[in-house]
């Protein structure tokens, strides 16, 4: 019997080349061009502010504090002592918060039900919200706690850490989601139980995620003003802040105070001001990026 050759069937492959034409490119150009206006834009405003607050970069920006009777040396030392206040008791507050929620969320909570759905469509929902209304609804839970002043370090921890909560639970579920699922599945295969897979093994191999996410949304909680305007933060303090309960200044309240003033020198001190505020940004974000490109695992 003759044996019937059958010819495999050659399969072709076509490589997607990439779109050269015209509208591809004026879309491309017109990206690079708003990228690079951006940067120019901000690297201008940037180095105009630190040139017109040159004169005020000495000891006493830092150790005195605020003044209108002396504005040549105003400083910002109860500011800059509430602000690292404020940023300590927010992260105690949202960051415990923020990763309890994500890792229930994301590794227990049943997606089928309507309660976990809401939780959900909200939690998207909130990172959209004005800054102001935080402000506002840690003025309501203050009040419903019994606490009737609200100028104090633990109410404008309370509304800079709502204001984060989201960023924090969202950045903390996408770490925890690149997490390969062998891992658990190992864990799991070994006897161990689902909390202690969840604690053990994906919350450490997490961390470098979770860290960067966090860092990054405190970034953004330092230099809010409109929360703790709401919530009455004073705008001249000449103590040093001595607990939660003590009243307190900021360094975006003290900014605003002074680019209020008509007088030169205190708007040479906002400037000198702001780029102190902007320095302790950019560290932050450095030590965020310095922690992702460290510990980063890659998988």
């Known amino acids: 019997?003759?044996?019937?050759?059958?010819?495999?069937?050659?399969?072709?492959?076509?490589?997607?080349?990439?779109?050269?034409?015209?509208?591809?490119?004026?879309?491309?150009?017109?990206?690079?061009?708003?990228?690079?206006?951006?940067?120019?834009?901000?690297?201008?405003?940037?180095?105009?502010?630190?040139?017109?607050?040159?004169?005020?970069?000495?000891?006493?920006?830092?150790t005195e504090y605020g003044s209108k009777l002396t504005p040549d040396t105003t400083g910002l030392r109860a500011a800059l002592l509430g602000t690292l206040w404020l940023m300590v008791t927010t992260a105690l507050l949202a960051i415990p918060?923020?990763?309890?929620?994500?890792?229930?969320?994301?590794?227990?909570?049943?997606?089928?039900?309507?309660?976990?759905?809401?939780?959900?469509?909200?939690?998207?929902?909130?990172?959209?919200?004005?800054?102001?209304?935080?402000?506002?609804?840690?003025?309501?839970?203050?009040?419903?706690?019994?606490?009737?002043?609200?100028?104090?370090?633990?109410?404008?921890?309370?509304?800079l850490g709502l204001l984060i909560l989201p960023v924090i639970i969202i950045t903390t579920?996408?770490?925890?989601?690149?997490?390969?699922?062998?891992?658990?599945?190992?864990?799991?295969?070994?006897?161990?139980t689902p909390l202690q897979t969840t604690w053990r093994q994906v919350l450490p191999s997490a961390i470098p995620g979770i860290a960067t996410g966090t860092i990054i949304a405190l970034s953004r909680a330092i230099g809010e003003a409109a929360p703790l305007l709401i919530v009455g933060v004073a705008v001249t303090v000449r103590f040093d802040p001595t607990g939660i309960m003590s009243a307190f200044t900021a360094m975006p309240i003290q900014i605003f105070n002074w680019t209020s003033e008509s007088r030169e020198e205190f708007k040479v001190a906002a400037a000198a001001a702001i780029i102190v505020l902007l320095g302790m940004v950019l560290l932050l974000n450095g030590l965020a990026i310095f922690i992702r490109n460290k510990f980063q695992r890659r998988w």
Not at 12 to 28: E, I, N, P, Q, V
Not at 115 to 126: D, G
Not at 182 to 192: M, N, Q, T
Request: proline residues 2%.
């Open 97 to 159: 918060i923020g990763i309890a929620a994500a890792v229930y969320l994301e590794e227990f909570a049943d997606n089928t039900r309507w309660y976990n759905r809401l939780v959900e469509l909200n939690l998207q929902n909130l990172a959209a919200i004005p800054s102001v209304i935080y402000g506002m609804l840690a003025v309501g839970i203050v009040a419903l706690v019994g606490i009737q002043r609200t100028g104090i370090i633990l109410v404008g921890a309370v509304a």
């Open 173 to 192: 579920r996408e770490a925890v989601r690149a997490v390969p699922r062998e891992i658990r599945e190992g864990s799991l295969a070994l006897g161990a």
């Open 1 to 62: 019997m003759a044996a019937t050759v059958v010819a495999p069937q050659v399969l072709s492959t076509s490589k997607r080349g990439h779109d050269s034409s015209a509208g591809s490119l004026l879309f491309l150009a017109a990206l690079w061009l708003s990228l690079a206006m951006a940067i120019v834009f901000l690297m201008t405003l940037v180095v105009t502010t630190a040139v017109d607050g040159a004169g005020r970069f000495d000891s006493a920006l830092i």
